[in-house]
């Protein structure tokens, strides 16, 4: 139990473009989705926290104009990445909680490359 | 909020010798810690957490300490094979579903046989 997908599993856009990455709680009800981001050889940093039908908390430095989080559904969480840059080419991972869960279960992550 | 620091960033050592990476936190409020194994490209993989109501969870070759006063925490692996080396995230939350595992920065095991 408590499997969490990603997709896609990894993208290739081009600069300007927009990207949205969704990711699912296959087995369980997810209230609360985080999203994180991890740079090579750098450790998970936390983006936004999301629940269930109301707005996403946004980390401090995080743009939330171009960081998009719906939280649409207790099984569905998507991150739209807009105007994408180079820069923005990393690891992206989601996790979820349950609601009476200490554990984050993970996505298993989206590669994204911006040329 | 909370703030995790992990030591060492890189740990070298022989096929069966133990490795020990330390994680410090700042947020009194924290009380689930948990630990993670990552290989490259891969999802988090939990090993082994501990909650503060607890010292030491051990789980065959890997253990936990906490030591919730000084506010830091310990992973413990002994007996140490190739297979264990990757990279090792500490990380630690307040509450229950509603807030995120925070991570320490990470720590490169090496395992030489």
């Known amino acids: 139990g408590a499997v969490v997908s990603q997709h896609p599993s990894w993208v290739i856009c081009k600069s300007g473009t927009s990207v949205k990455i969704e990711c699912r709680s296959l087995d369980f009800q997810a209230t609360t989705m985080f999203w994180y981001r991890q740079f090579p050889k750098q450790s998970l940093m936390l983006m936004a926290t999301?629940?269930?039908?109301?707005?996403?908390?946004?980390e401090q430095g995080v743009e939330k104009d171009k960081f998009l989080i719906n939280h649409a559904s207790l099984t569905l969480s998507t991150l739209t990445v807009t105007s994408a840059h180079p820069e923005d080419s990393s690891f992206y991972i989601c996790?979820?909680?349950?609601?009476?869960?200490?554990?984050?279960?993970f996505g298993p992550g989206t590669r994204l490359t911006v040329t | 909020g909370e703030n995790v620091e992990q030591h060492p960033s890189t740990l070298s050592v022989q096929e069966g010798d133990s490795a020990v990476i330390k994680c410090t936190y700042s947020?009194?409020?924290?009380?689930?810690f948990p630990w993670y194994k990552q290989e490259l490209g891969k999802r988090p993989q939990l090993i082994i957490d501990i909650r503060s109501n607890v010292g030491e969870k051990k789980d065959q070759r890997i253990a936990v300490t906490l030591n919730k006063t000084a506010k830091h925490f310990s992973l413990h692996i002994t007996e140490t094979q190739p297979e264990d080396s990757a990279v090792y995230f500490c990380?630690?939350?307040?509450?229950?579903?509603?807030?995120?595992?925070?991570f320490g920065k990470g720590t490169t095991l090496s395992v030489s046989s």
């Open positions: 999301s629940n269930e039908g109301s707005k996403a908390t946004y």
């Open positions: 996790s979820a909680a349950g609601p009476s869960s200490y554990e984050q279960y």
């Open positions: 990380a630690a939350k307040a509450g229950q579903a509603g807030t995120a595992l925070i």
């Open positions: 947020d009194s409020a924290s009380n689930y």
